[in-house]
T-cell receptor
Framework: NAGVMQNPRHLVRRRGQEARLRCSPMKGHSHVYWYRQLPEEGLKFMVYLQKENIIDESGMPKERFSAEFPKEGPSILRIQQVVRGDSAAYFC?????????????FGPGTRLTVT | GENVEQHPSTLSVQEGDSAVIKCTYSDSASNYFPWYKQELGKRPQLIIDIRSNVGEKKDQRIAVTLNKTAKHFSLHITETQPEDSAVYFCAASRPTGNQFYFGTGTSLTVIP
C-alpha cells in the first residue's frame, strides 16, 4: 500500500507564474488536508477536502490560492501569481473515512521556491 | 481558535539519556493529540498519539502523557539514540474539526 504521494517534489517558479501541486492520498483514504510549512516553523493548516467537496478552507489565503479534489485523480493545490512569500514546503495528508480526521498520514511534500 | 505552544525549541541530550518535550493547548474541547517526527527534508511521521480519554500511552521507548485539567501534554523518549535526532511536532485537534493545530517544533539532537 503506497503512502501519500505528492508531485512535484521541488518546484521553482518566477514571480507571477502559477504553481500546481498534486497530492494522491493513500489507497482507501477519502479525506485530504493541505498544510504549509515555512522555514523553521510548524505546519499551518490550509484546507480540508473530501471527494468533490471543500469541507474547511479556513486556513487558505483569500486570494490566489485554490484547492480541489475531483472525483477522479489527485487533489490539486493551485497558487496563482506566486510571490516570494509563497516559498515554503507544502504537505498534504490523508486519513481514512470514519476516523474524523485522526491519524493523518503525510506525503513527502512539495518544496516551492519563488524566484 | 486553538493555540498550541511547544517547548523547548531545541534540545540536546547525551545518547542513553531521556528527552522530554512539552506542549500546551488553549481549547479545552481538543481531544486528540498526535506527535510527529520530521527528519531533515522528509515528511512528518506519526510516532504516537493520545486521546483525551486516557492520561498516558506508551510504545517501547516513547510515551506521551496528557493532563486535561492543565491542558498540557508531553512526549518522553527514553534511552535516546542518535537516530532519534529530528524535529518533533506536537499537535491538537478538536472533535468538531479535522485540522491539526501544530506546535512550532523541537529540534532534538542526540549526541553519541
Amino acid at each position: 500500500n503506497a503512502g501519500v504521494m505528492q508531485n512535484p517534489r521541488h518546484l521553482v517558479r518566477r514571480r507571477g507564474q502559477e504553481a500546481r501541486l498534486r497530492c494522491s492520498p493513500m489507497k482507501g483514504h477519502s479525506h485530504v488536508y493541505w498544510y504549509r510549512q515555512l522555514p523553521e516553523e510548524g505546519l499551518k493548516f490550509m484546507v480540508y477536502l473530501q471527494k468533490e467537496n471543500i469541507i474547511d478552507e479556513s486556513g487558505m489565503p483569500k486570494e490566489r490560492f485554490s484547492a480541489e479534489f475531483p472525483k477522479e485523480g489527485p487533489s490539486i493545490l493551485r497558487i496563482q501569481q506566486v510571490v516570494r512569500g509563497d516559498s515554503a514546503a507544502y504537505f498534504c495528508a490523508s486519513s481514512p473515512p470514519g476516523t474524523r480526521g485522526y491519524e493523518q498520514y503525510f506525503g513527502p511534500g512539495t518544496r516551492l521556491t519563488v524566484t | 481558535g486553538e493555540n498550541v505552544e511547544q517547548h523547548p525549541s531545541t534540545l540536546s541530550v547525551q545518547e542513553g539519556d531521556s528527552a522530554v518535550i512539552k506542549c500546551t493547548y488553549s481549547d479545552s474541547a481538543s481531544n486528540y493529540f498526535p506527535w510527529y517526527k520530521q527528519e531533515l527534508g522528509k515528511r512528518p511521521q506519526l510516532i504516537i498519539d493520545i486521546r483525551s480519554n486516557v492520561g498516558e500511552k506508551k510504545d517501547q521507548r516513547i510515551a506521551v502523557t496528557l493532563n486535561k485539567t492543565a491542558k498540557h501534554f508531553s512526549l518522553h523518549i527514553t534511552e535516546t539514540q542518535p537516530e532519534d535526532s529530528a524535529v518533533y511536532f506536537c499537535a491538537a485537534s478538536r472533535p468538531t474539526g479535522n485540522q491539526f493545530y501544530f506546535g512550532t517544533g523541537t529540534s532534538l539532537t542526540v549526541i553519541p
